[in-house]
């Protein structure tokens, strides 16, 4: 099982040896140990994951770049599923603070919902160039204004362009521009379905300025849980905020990280932007850094690292408004 492999694998931490099991949608090496630890190594499904968690086993996730050292001093040498399972039972052994897996909740809609609305956007976006590549064919001289095609009276003013006209391109022109409005419609509707859902499950993340509805649902969606992250700076390194080192003498100097998630770190991105132009708090903090020498750029950087941790706040909040009626209904049964 390779970085690339497709296939899903779990392994339990068991003495003496690891065993090799059926599942699908592939081979799936498992081991377990007196503690009862499942240990994941690579792509876990997600319906075996749900099963393993139903059934009472805790799972950890074990990185594969904490099996490699493992593999690399064994004594055994080549690629294999055993060697594989053997390597990460002792990493998972070796290391006590693994993140583990928990079961999911409303939080994968929002994601499923926000990543339906990316899709689509996209396939908006290359029927529009298309649709303008074909209106230039049809008349130089009609350039309709950028962004202005997802908007009605502008789509209007479109349509009864190629009317008109005959031939392949005219009649292309009218199926992308259809095709275009349709996918439109659907993305409204899906827009005003994660608000709400969103108005639900994050009221607390909506309040932090610069963070709209469709922010707060990539937020909610990427993070995934934010209680399996055990301290705020935990949750910045999962972002990629967290600052690395790279200074030598006197003066200390933090560089861009490129690691963690970067779709959070998209998100916190837009959010620090819309502080920089419009919140006068954030204004002041990046003057202030700017006075001390930073750029403007490791003044944003820095902005973000701080956005972190009010989103972290924010996201234990709801976390914990969300499990207080469910305390309530398990007290009164």
Sequence with gaps: ?????????????????????????????????????????????????????????????????????????????????????????????????????????????????????DDLVAERTRVINRLRWHLHELDPAFDPPARTLTQPRQALSVAAFPDGRNGLVARLARQLLARCREITATVRDLEAEITALVNRLAPALLEIPGCGALTAAKILGETAGVTRFKSKSAYARHNGTAPLPVWS????????????????????????????????????????????????????RVLKRRLSDVVYRALRRDARNAEEPQIHLAAAA
């Design 1 to 117: 099982m390779t970085s690339t492999d497709a296939s899903s694998a779990v392994t339990q931490l068991a003495p003496p040896a690891p065993i090799t099991c059926a599942c699908s949608p592939g081979p799936v090496a498992s081991a377990k140990t007196a503690r009862g630890r499942w240990k994941i190594c690579r792509q876990l499904s997600r319906r075996l994951e749900g099963d393993l968690l139903a059934a009472g086993e805790r799972i950890v996730r074990v990185s594969p770049k904490l099996m490699a050292h493992c593999r690399t001093a064994a004594r055994t040498y080549g690629k294999s599923d055993p060697i594989d399972a053997l390597a990460a039972a002792r990493a998972a052994l070796r290391e006590p603070d693994l993140p583990t897996a928990h079961l999911e909740d409303a939080s994968r809609d929002v994601r499923l919902l926000m990543d339906h609305r």
């Design 249 to 300: 003498g006197n003066r200390e100097r933090h560089r861009l990280s490129r690691m963690g998630n970067r779709q959070l770190n998209v998100a916190l991105h837009r959010i620090a932007i819309t502080q920089a132009h419009y919140h006068p708090e954030a204004r002041d903090y990046l003057q202030r850094r700017r006075q001390a020498g930073d750029t403007s750029t490791e003044s944003i």
